[in-house]
T-cell receptor
Framework: AQSVTQLGSHVSVSEGALVLLRCNYSSSVPPYLFWYVQYPNQGLQLLLKYTTGATLVKGINGFEAEFKKSETSFHLTKPSAHMSDAAEYFC???????????FGGGTRVLVKP | KAGVTQTPRYLIKTRGQQVTLSCSPI?????VSWYQQTPGQGLQFLFE???????NKGNFPGRFSGRQFSNSRSEMNVSTLELGDSALYLC????????????FGPGTRLTVT
């Protein structure tokens, strides 16, 4: 069974500082990997995904993530945090067949002015 | 292109009652998945429907059921509601295959009293 671990349920960063959110997965085969963001009282919005090819993936709003198979990781970064980045972020994996997403526990990001 | 819509957005029910939630996917998407989000358990997969057939099912009791219509619209039903069923229920639609991102609706907030 697949599982996803996000290290740190809460992260506090200063505006302009680096945002680093950690995600590790366990899977018997290389999965497809996703990062979603959720703003209060809203659904989830896709930030970026890794399916195949280049292991450094760029997403929306200046976010990027790197797939490291040897470390079974897919950490999310943004060089400079903005107040609008305050939200909850979810890492998720899926297998090739079907559309079942397995989510990590989520990391809530607080951005301090 | 219109996004995923869910109705109703908010619902208050009493223990023992049943409830039906509705989801309209993005046009052209034949896969619809349902997720339950709670503070304690996070995001959990309920089930996925594809072409009117349940293709995947999560680890939820039989009180949770769903269906999909020929136009890909989906409903989920929860019978004999329990307090623990209070949650945000998210619907997502996608193309077929785990490599495709899922597009989430805004969710239905169910409160069971």
């Amino acid at each position: 069974a697949q599982s996803v671990t996000q290290l740190g349920s809460h992260v506090s960063v200063s505006e302009g500082a680096l945002v680093l959110l950690r995600c590790n997965y366990s899977s018997s085969v290389p999965p497809y990997l996703f990062w979603y963001v959720q703003y209060p009282n809203q659904g989830l919005q896709l930030l970026l995904k890794y399916t195949t090819g280049a292991t450094l993936v760029k997403g929306i709003n200046g976010f990027e993530a790197e797939f490291k198979k040897s470390e079974t990781s897919f950490h999310l970064t943004k060089p400079s945090a903005h107040m609008s980045d305050a939200a909850e972020y979810f890492c998720a994996v899926s297998k090739a067949a079907g559309n079942k997403l397995t989510f990590g526990g989520g990391t809530r990001v607080l951005v301090k002015p | 292109k219109a996004g995923v819509t869910q109705t109703p957005r908010y619902l208050i029910k009493t223990r023992g009652q049943q409830v039906t939630l509705s989801c309209s996917p993005i046009s052209g998407h034949r896969s619809v998945s349902w997720y339950q989000q709670t503070p304690g358990q996070g995001l959990q997969f309920l089930f996925e429907y594809f072409s009117e057939t349940q293709r995947n099912k999560g680890n939820f009791p039989g009180r949770f059921s769903g269906r999909q219509f020929s136009n890909s619209r989906s409903e989920m039903n929860v019978s004999t509601l329990e307090l623990g069923d209070s949650a945000l229920y998210l619907c997502a639609s996608s193309l077929d295959g785990g490599q495709y991102e899922q597009y989430f609706g805004p969710g239905t907030r169910l409160t069971v009293t």
